[in-house]
């Protein structure tokens, strides 16, 4: 299900919309990281070259792909 969730960066809160399985697996990351899901957030909103929530999916497809070996 896609959901709206609100989140800190940079000091402001903006909203995003993931679905659930996306926001799972990208709170799952931040805790392999050892890092806070907003500070990984903020992260990939640096980087980003696309609006917040596609660069969010993108993100967690590379990991899980990395992690696959492609």
Do not use: C, P
């Not at 596609?54 to 992690?67: E, G, K, P, Q, T």
Request: glycine share 4%; proline share 0%.
């Amino acid at each position: 299900m896609l959901r709206k969730r609100s989140v800190t960066i940079s000091g402001h809160r903006t909203s995003i919309s993931l679905e659930d399985e996306f926001w799972a697996e990208l709170v799952h990351i931040a805790k392999q990281n050892h890092t806070s899901l907003n500070a990984m957030i903020a992260a990939i909103d640096g980087d980003r070259e696309t609006n917040l929530s596609s660069a969010i999916r993108l993100f967690v497809l590379a990991n899980l792909r990395a992690a696959a070996g492609r």
